[in-house]
C-alpha cells in the first residue's frame, strides 16, 4: 500500500515531537539520510573491485546480472529498475551491454506477446555463480567490526527503517505483490 503524503506528514509531525531537535544549523555528520548515503556509496564502491577490476562489470551491469541472478523467473527491465532504484535509462544502456556480451537474452512474455522480459544466459549464470560468493566475503569483511549480534541488529533496524517507508524486503514479497 502506497503511503499517501498526509501518512508522511503525519509520521513526521510524530517523530519531531518524540524527539524535538535543538535549533541549529544541520550537520551532515549527524543527518541520518546522509550517513546512510555515504555508506551505501562506499560499501558499493568497495563491492564493485570484485566484478569491475575481473570481469568490466559497471555497477548498473552488476545491478541487471544480480537482480536476474536470484530470480527464478524472467522479468522485465523496469523491475530491475525499481528493483535497485537505478534510473531506466542506466538499466537500458546496462541490458543493452549485457545482451551484446551474451550475459543475458530476451524472452517473449506469455501473457503480452508485445513485452519481453529478460533472463541469464548460460554465460551469464555462470558469472553471477562465480561473483555471488566473493561478493558475500566482501560483504563479511566490511561487517567484520560487528558481533554476530550487532548484525542482526542492523538488519532489523534497516528492515525498520525499510518498512516505514513500505519497501519490499524480500524477493518472494516482490514477487507475490507483483510489485516492481
Not at 503524503?5 to 551532515?28: F, G, H, N, V, Y
Not at 555528520?29 to 551505501?40: E, G, I
Not at 523491475?79 to 532504484?85: A, G, K, L, P
Amino acid at each position: 500500500m502506497a503511503r499517501t503524503s498526509s501518512d508522511i506528514a503525519l509520521k513526521t509531525r510524530q517523530a519531531r515531537e518524540a524527539s524535538p531537535r535543538e535549533k541549529t544549523r544541520l550537520d551532515l555528520f549527524k543527518f541520518v539520510p546522509f550517513r546512510l548515503n555515504r555508506l551505501a556509496a562506499e560499501v558499493s564502491a568497495a563491492l564493485a573491485v570484485e566484478y569491475q577490476e575481473r570481469h568490466d562489470l559497471d555497477i548498473p551491469a552488476w545491478r541487471v546480472i544480480a537482480t536476474l541472478g536470484f530470480r527464478n523467473d524472467a522479468c522485465s527491465a523496469q523491475y530491475i529498475s525499481q528493483c535497485t532504484r537505478t534510473h531506466k535509462s542506466t538499466i537500458s544502456r546496462a541490458v543493452t551491454t549485457l545482451l551484446h556480451e551474451k550475459l543475458i537474452e530476451r524472452v517473449e512474455n506469455e501473457a503480452d506477446r508485445r513485452e519481453f522480459r529478460l533472463q541469464l544466459t548460460a554465460k551469464g549464470r555462470a558469472l553471477y555463480e562465480e561473483l555471488f560468493p566473493q561478493l558475500l566475503r566482501r560483504e563479511d569483511e566490511i561487517l567484520a567490526c560487528l558481533s554476530a549480534q550487532e548484525r542482526k541488529l542492523l538488519s532489523a533496524l534497516l528492515g525498520k527503517i525499510e518498512d516505514s517507508l513500505d519497501l519490499i524486503q524480500t524477493s518472494e514479497e516482490a514477487d507475490a505483490k507483483q510489485a516492481y
